[in-house]
């Protein structure tokens, strides 16, 4: 195990440079010029010229290539062409915003869905069924831009329950600990910020839940379905093992493999921040400022979230690998 | 689509009940309380603790209110007023100088030092050579600044420059000469924001919101104008509209014209309007054929429909444009426009094509989309009056940047965008309609070239305004671009508050009354 | 005898149509009549009908605009416009037939050709697991960690645009989800008795892959896929809006969502009867889907009481 370990974290090195590599070639290659982006509409040729060579864009690709990857190898990103600040700070400061709405939102979907997914899995045509597949079905098809906006709506404009955007109220939070706000409100004890945190999530993580809680909920069902035929429950049924049983020890933990990634696959798109929820509710995620780094050809800020990403990924997929072969002892990869 | 029943099961709703009912403060931030808060819900983010860092208007406006700046020009008056300067002349005998006297006993924020000229001197220095400015063009035509003595500053001008106020006023930022030397340029910027304004920095999260305070001693400052000013990023309409209507924020910016009616009928707000200074038009740029023909580019004028689309897809909001410029721009002069003036006559454009042996020609028009109201509702309503002239015309929607990198070359034939900032139309027409002056359209046009150029070098208001309009009717006669109209803005404000939106876009504190 | 204890109401309710019309229908067709499997291949030869016929059954022409009736509201059987106009005066229920057509064509196409790759890729990968798996997880790391919107836009920048174009730039990275799904399940089926018995009868690891492993992930894939398709539709008008693909007078069910989001609490029905039509797309799939694997799932037969 420990060797299978070791080759994973050391595989890892390869995927990060070339990631780098194909990142930093493709945002070359993308038109528009982030001189023109970036620089006021009144700029002249000259103060574009300035700021070509400012950034180093004025050399070949293969040197800036080399520049930023000896920097990165001791731990720095470059500097931001928009905002002149050093990028691995800007990432550190979005981070925790985007973790925070992503941990939210899975809970939300998890919490929700399996149940759910389970229930209908052992009954299958039954009406709990017929109707958590309709909602799961709903989840599936309901574009996110238009959830968002409903539930403003609803939610801010006739109940007048929720704050309509945004991640506190100026003045409530305090100063920052960890960055995770909940976090920090718990830490302090600061209730009001705590409840304060929690109604300016609920909106963008339930948005960004629902999707993801109707494919947890199909996946669930399905994969229940699939174990609930097993011989290895037909057995234990027959040794007299009540239903309960059955469903939550046989059946429930068989099924997790599939339950498992799809829960990893998502952390990990969430992670990367969903530039649609963090745009409808103003989160300060790093999904906003991925996206403001593309559309402005920022490119030290675009390399650098991009591998955070990745390196995100790498770490979700092995977590997922680890708990497959805890859920289900037959799997192995150290052969 | 239904909404999922999931959200409203009963265990959610009741926590959130609670929550709400536990922190009871979405309503009634303004008035009532020992501190007076007004929230503007705003669409763009600053980018940067750099004043001079972003070039978007709302910024200008937080940066101008928290640093100073000499001057801003007043929409209602029709002229420039002073800020941090009482008042400016020029040399009578050398037009290339500018004298800029400051105001007397202005306390700094935090540690009261008084503003002097060597402020100045560094902020329009450090304007021009700092690497991270994105104003460096503006001081462009600056040669020289000396403090003549604690309050007077000298300017002096590569060439004659009638706008100079133009680049100066509301852009140049007035920063502290001790702190930049005694903290260095980044940490001045982010941890010492001390500025003249009437209001001070309190917090600015990039992307969320940016806070400000109101300096309560501040001569311009009144008890009546709120005491803490945030602007709040939200880019959905429907998101400010709804804040506003919950008293989340007081003022939302940029209202959609569809969800006017909303605010107007709720009650506790109402709709405020102001016209944008930005210009919108169609661009045809004649170095692309077929638009080198000067018969097609008039007919394009002669087929749009201004005014159906105006009150169709722009819900009347938004004032057509007959010339280059409207009603309170500089050298707006109503009877020259008048004779600019091209009606929509769609069987002359037809007759036009068709002289030109043109018909059938196919034409791509590009659209950015979401960057301007409307933006592409408007382009696709074009579509077929372009068809109904002869033309077979399409829609392209390419990406911001992929388009505008295309344009600044010169690479995209037949687009609709927009000009902001122009109050003075004169940097903004030889950038786009002067030979040389970018390859955006990338007209050579003897007639423009010379009205621009002399216009430039005069400084009586009454004869400059004369020889402007001579440029925009050289420049509507050869039509390298049709201009369509200018946006009205919408704001959403409050009744708890009293505030006028200006055309800038700008948001000034000391601007907002907060009722009783 | 195993579902009678665990769902009696699929006991009850499935065999009442078959021994209902046993007698009058013949035998191959039976396993095919159940509910779902009617109301699922209803709804979706509906949409396909709408599509193919969309010249014909649209009251009008999907591009004619008409700025003096634009944004009207429905009208049902009142008026002409029976769902109403958009922001151009354009007829709604004439481009939700239109629409149906590169819609349908796009959810289809990305969903089968990123389903096979990812299925395939995945069964490799977990099947063989060691070296062949970490490198095709190395690639879906790689791949996945894309922005895909600057994977759009660097696409279209080397390729161009077109239909084709797009639904590479989608399928590009939708095979992941399958991927990843498959893998973890091929990853423990390549340890079960019926695969070691294969084995040991001497197939060879492409037969034991083909015969044993694929039919087994077609469930989860299936899910996947339901999902794949809306997001394929939904995406495509953020695509659009890239310059990528699909011009905008050509109507797509996607491009009337994007374009309804401006007006959803004024015009609801831009974007309302668009988001049915995925709605209903995916509703349908599903209920065929469903319906069709009680008909084919190995295990159903091999613990003897399949449905049908």
């Known amino acids: ?19 780098s590599l194909l990142v930093f070639m493709l945002v070359q290659a993308a038109p528009g010029d982030p001189a023109d982006l970036l620089l006021s509409d009144e700029a002249t040729a000259e103060d574009v010229a300035d700021a070509r060579a400012r950034w180093g864009l004025d050399q070949p690709v293969w040197v800036q290539y080399w520049k930023f990857l000896t920097a990165a190898l001791q731990g720095d990103l470059g500097t931001s062409f928009r905002y002149a600040d050093p990028v691995l700070t800007m990432i550190a400061e979005r981070l925790p915003a985007t973790i925070e709405l992503a941990v939210v939102s899975i809970i939300i979907a998890v919490v929700i869905a399996v149940p759910l997914g389970v229930w209908a899995g052992a009954r299958p045509n039954s009406w709990i069924d017929n109707l958590g597949s309709l909602v799961g079905l709903f989840g599936i098809s309901m574009p996110n831009f238009w959830f968002g906006i409903m539930l403003i709506l609803v939610m801010s404009g ?109 952390l990990g798109t969430l992670l990367s921040g969903s530039i649609i929820v963090e745009t409808v509710f103003s989160w300060p995620g790093s999904g906003q400022l991925l996206i403001s780094a593309i559309t402005s050809r920022d490119y030290p800020l675009i390399t650098g979230t991009v591998l955070t990403y990745t390196m995100a990924f790498v770490i979700i997929n092995f977590t997922v690998d680890i708990l497959y072969a805890a859920i289900d002892p037959r799997i192995r990869f150290d052969k | 689509m239904v909404m999922s029943p999931t959200i409203g099961a009963p265990g959610l709703r009741r926590t959130f009940a609670v929550t709400v009912a536990a922190l009871g403060m979405f309503a009634a931030v303004t008035s009532g309380h020992a501190q007076s808060r007004v929230a503007v819900g705003v669409t763009e983010t600053i980018s940067s603790h750099n004043p001079h860092g972003d070039s978007i208007s709302m910024g200008y406006g937080i940066w101008c209110q928290v640093y100073g700046c000499l001057g801003t020009y007043d929409f209602e008056k029709g002229d420039y007023v002073g800020m941090l300067a009482e008042r400016w002349e020029v040399n009578k005998d050398n037009p290339n100088e500018w004298i800029f006297h400051l105001r007397k006993g202005m306390k700094r924020h935090n540690d009261g ?26 001081v462009r035509n600056v040669t020289d600044v000396v403090a003549l003595d604690k309050y007077t500053v000298k300017v002096v001008t590569d060439k004659p420059t009638a706008p100079l106020l133009e680049y100066l006023f509301d852009r140049v930022m007035i920063t502290g000469k001790d702190l930049w030397a005694k903290h260095g340029a980044r940490d001045a910027d982010r941890k010492y924001p001390w500025g003249w304004g009437p209001y001070k920095l309190k917090e600015l999260v990039i992307g969320q919101r940016i806070v400000l305070e109101k300096v309560k001693d501040h001569p311009d400052a009144k008890p009546q104008n709120p ?64 638009w080198d023909n000067k018969q097609l580019r008039q007919a394009v004028c002669h087929a749009i429909n201004k005014d159906a689309i105006i009150k169709a897809v722009l819900q009347g909001q938004a004032q057509r444009l007959d010339g280059p410029i409207g009603p309170g721009q ?15 006559d769609p069987e002359k454009a037809r007759q036009l094509v068709k002289q030109a042996g043109l018909s059938g020609t196919e034409v791509t028009l590009y659209t950015p989309v979401g960057r301007y109201v409307n933006d592409k509702q408007v382009t696709e309503a074009m579509i077929p009056m372009l068809n109904a002239i002869g033309l077979k015309a399409t829609l392209a929607t390419p990406e911001w940047a992929t388009l505008w990198a295309d344009v ?17 139309p004169s940097v903004a027409l030889s950038q786009y309609f002067e030979t040389g002056g970018s390859p955006r359209i990338g007209i050579s046009d003897p007639e423009i070239d010379k009205h621009l150029r002399a216009e430039r070098e005069i400084f009586d208001p009454e004869a400059r305004k004369k020889e402007l309009n001579k440029a925009f009717a050289a420049i509507v006669e050869a039509a390298p671009a049709c201009f369509m109209w200018r946006h009205r803005l919408l704001y959403g404000v409050s009744k708890k508050i009293e505030h006028t939106p200006t055309p800038s876009g700008r948001v000034f504190g000391v601007d907002i009354v907060v009722k009783n | 005898m195993t579902s009678s204890t665990i769902s009696p109401e699929a006991a009850v309710a499935v065999p009442t149509l078959g021994t209902e019309r046993a007698s009058r229908i013949p035998k191959v067709l039976r396993p095919w009549l159940k509910p779902k499997i009617i109301a699922g291949g209803s709804i979706v030869a509906l949409l396909v009908v709408m599509g193919l016929l969309a010249p014909a059954i649209s009251p009008f022409d999907p591009n004619k605009q008409n700025l003096l009736s634009a944004m009207q509201a429905p009208q049902w059987l009142a008026g002409p416009h029976v769902l109403g106009t958009d922001h151009v005066g354009r007829d709604i229920l004439s481009r939700i037939f239109y629409g149906a057509r590169i819609s349908l064509v796009i959810a289809v196409t990305v969903v089968v050709i990123s389903g096979a790759v990812g299925v395939g890729l995945g069964a490799i990968s977990g099947y063989f697991a060691g070296k062949i798996d970490f490198m095709i997880q190395k690639l879906v790391e790689v791949i996945w960690a894309f922005p895909p ?25 939708r095979w992941i989800p399958y991927c990843r799904v498959a893998r973890g399940q091929a990853l423990s089926l390549r340890t079960r008795d019926f695969v070691d018995a294969a084995r040991s009868l001497g197939a060879r690891d492409g037969r034991i892959i083909v015969k044993h492993i694929l039919p087994n992930l077609m469930q989860a894939a299936m899910v996947i896929g339901t999902f794949a398709m809306a997001t394929a539709i939904i995406s495509e008008a953020s695509l659009s809006f890239l310059g990528l693909g699909v011009p905008p007078h050509i109507p797509t069910w996607g491009g009337m969502l994007a374009d309804g989001r401006a007006y959803i609490s004024t015009a609801w029905w831009l974007a309302l009867f668009p988001g049915l039509c995925i709605f209903f797309t995916v509703l349908g799939i599903n209920l065929l889907g469903d319906g069709m694997r009680d008909i084919f799932d190995p295990r159903l037969k091999r613990s003897g009481q399949g449905m049908g």
């Open chain 1, 1 to 19: 195990m420990l060797a299978y370990v070791i080759r994973r974290v050391a595989g890892t090195i390869p995927v990060i440079i070339l990631i």
């Open chain 2, 408 to 424: 600044q070359k010169g690479k995209v034939p037949f687009y609709y965008m927009g000009r902001g900032s122009v109050v003075d």
């Open chain 1, 158 to 266: 006739i109940l007048n329950l929720l704050p309509s955007s945004g991640r506190d109220t100026y003045g409530i939070a305090g100063d920052p600990i960890t960055g995770f706000y909940l976090l920090d409100s718990v830490i302090k004890g600061n209730w009001r910020g705590l409840w304060d945190g929690l109604a300016h999530i609920a909106m963008p993580a339930i948005a960004l839940g629902t999707n993801m809680m109707g494919i947890l909920m199909r996946v669930t069902r399905s994969s229940v379905m699939e174990v609930m035929h097993e011989e290895y429950v037909t057995t234990a049924r027959a040794k007299g093992v009540s239903e309960r049983a059955v469903l939550w020890h046989h059946v429930v933990r068989n099924a997790l493999v599939p339950i498992v990634t799809v829960v990893g696959l998502e």
């Open chain 2, 113 to 138: 030092k008084e503003l002097t000229a060597e402020d100045v001197v560094h902020s329009i220095n450090r304007m021009a050579k700092d690497p991270q400015t994105r104003q460096k063009q503006n």
């Open chain 2, 227 to 290: 005491d803490v000013l945030i602007f709040r990023i939200m880019r959905e309409p429907e998101q400010r509209v709804t804040a506003l209507l919950n008293n989340e924020i007081q003022i939302a910016q940029f209202v959609p014209p569809h969800l006017a009616p909303r605010i107007e009928g709720s009650g506790n707000a109402a709709i405020k309007s102001t016209n944008s200074v930005e210009l919108m038009f169609l661009a045809m740029s004649p170095k692309n054929k077929p």
């Open chain 3, 149 to 173: 919107l600057l994977l759009a836009i660097a696409i279209m920048a080397f390729f161009g645009q077109g239909l084709g174009i797009l639904i590479v730039a989608l399928v590009a990275q």
């Open chain 2, 330 to 344: 500089y050298g707006y002069d109503p009877e020259a426009t008048e004779t600019m003036k091209i009606p929509y």
